[in-house]
């Protein structure tokens, strides 16, 4: 058989091509009905519209709570930047009679350069603890060698 011998039969007898399209209809709304209950989980349609509606003010909840969570973050981000993070020490001997690396420098800055330098200068009969500001990493005061690396340290640690 051909396929031109096919048609023939299928135009002497057009209830069977008929037939087998309407089987094949009835079988995709039998597909279609059970998709729907499985999307549905057996409610209704009106129930799927309150479900979706329910969806719909989570997410928009969600939306509102993550807009306050970027403000939080920011302003615990310019919170962060106030604080004092990085600190820098740096130990040494500042008088030659002295035996070991008494004497000290810290930097206490936070991101902006803000804060203060603290050193103590340590020898044989005395101690002397000096505080000097700092704004934008730089000093009014004069920085020994110490307090100048310590305070560059901090910057450099800021900028990681």
Do not use: C, W
Not at 14 to 28: F, G, K, N, Q, R
Not at 76 to 99: E, W
Not at 112 to 129: A, F, K, P, T
């Amino acid at each position: 058989m051909n396929l031109s011998s096919l048609a023939q039969q299928a135009l002497q007898y057009p209830s069977i091509p008929l037939s087998i399209a309407l089987v094949i209809l009835l079988l995709y709304v039998v597909y279609l009905h059970y998709k729907i209950s499985v999307f549905t989980r057996g409610e209704n349609a009106k129930s799927l519209e309150s479900v979706i509606r329910t969806y719909l003010d989570k997410v928009d909840d969600l939306k509102k709570h993550d807009e306050l969570i970027a403000e939080h973050a920011l302003k615990l981000d310019k919170r962060l930047a106030q604080s004092i993070r990085n600190v820098s020490t740096m130990r040494f001997k500042a008088f030659d009679q002295n035996g070991s690396n008494q004497s000290f420098a810290v930097a206490l800055v936070n991101e902006l350069g803000n804060g203060l330098i603290l050193s103590s200068l340590h020898h044989r009969d005395r101690v002397s603890v000096f505080a000097k500001p700092v704004s934008g990493y730089t000093s009014t005061h004069d920085l020994t060698e110490e307090e100048q690396a310590v305070l560059e340290e901090s910057k450099q640690a800021h900028k990681n």
